[in-house]
């Protein structure tokens, strides 16, 4: 049985969800590159970025990305599970 049209569409992703896809990921890339150069650092991850303080952390919600914790912090962090 050969598929019908409709199930081969279905099979292959359009190049604007491809193009969608590929841009979103480098986006999560870049955000995690920014706040692992910045220790988590929002506010110059934004500027690294060049975009809001509050785009940032909208995306980073959108993607699920923990910001990584400072130095301190997490010397802080290990002193009190210890």
């Known amino acids: 049985m050969v598929p019908s049209r409709d199930v081969k ?11 969608t896809r590929a841009a979103a ?3 999560r890339q870049a ?3 920014a706040l692992l150069t910045t220790r988590g ?6 500027r690294l970025l060049r975009v809001g303080d509050k785009t ?11 910001p990584e ?12 599970v210890n």
């Open 9 to 19: 569409k279905e099979m292959r992703p359009s190049l604007k969800e491809v193009a």
């Open 31 to 33: 955000i995690r590159l």
């Open 69 to 80: 914790c400072s130095g301190r912090e997490r010397a802080i962090e290990s002193r009190a």
């Open 41 to 46: 650092n929002t506010s110059e991850a934004a």
């Open 56 to 66: 940032l952390r909208n995306k980073i919600k959108q993607y699920d990305i923990e």
């Open 25 to 27: 990921e480098a986006e």
